[in-house]
């Protein structure tokens, strides 16, 4: 492999490698659904402060509540809102979305 074609392989890989987390498919619809409806208060990404300083950023919600948790809390959000935040009517495929893309930020064996 000529010295070129190994370098730019090999910073793609890292490049890879650093851009955050791994995201299915289902991931990469809660990161849209996300985008859309969450980001104009929260942080959505692997880094970066929140739009609104009390809107707790995703890769925080992944470390607080793992799967069935997390599930609880679009329940309730669905109802009645959350502190500062309306009640969302999120579908129950958008919610399964969501759920994967935040879960997305955690280590493998967490949550599952």
């Known amino acids: 492999m000529k010295p070129v074609l190994a370098a730019l392989l090999v910073l793609g890989l890292l490049q890879g490698c650093a851009s955050g987390p791994s995201i299915s498919s289902a991931g990469r619809s ?4 996300a985008q859309k ?6 942080a959505i990404g692997a880094q970066g402060a929140s739009p609104k300083p009390h809107a707790t950023p ?8 793992d799967d069935r948790t997390l599930a609880s809390e679009f329940d309730a959000l669905a109802r009645m809102g959350h502190y500062e935040m309306p009640p969302l009517t999120i579908s129950a495929p958008d919610r399964r979305a969501l759920s994967a893309y935040i879960g997305s930020f955690r280590a ?3 949550g599952r």
């Open 58 to 65: 995703f890769r925080e919600i992944a470390q607080r509540y």
């Open 30 to 33: 809660g990161q849209a659904f």
């Open 37 to 42: 409806t969450c980001s104009r208060c929260h």
């Open 108 to 110: 493998p064996e967490e």
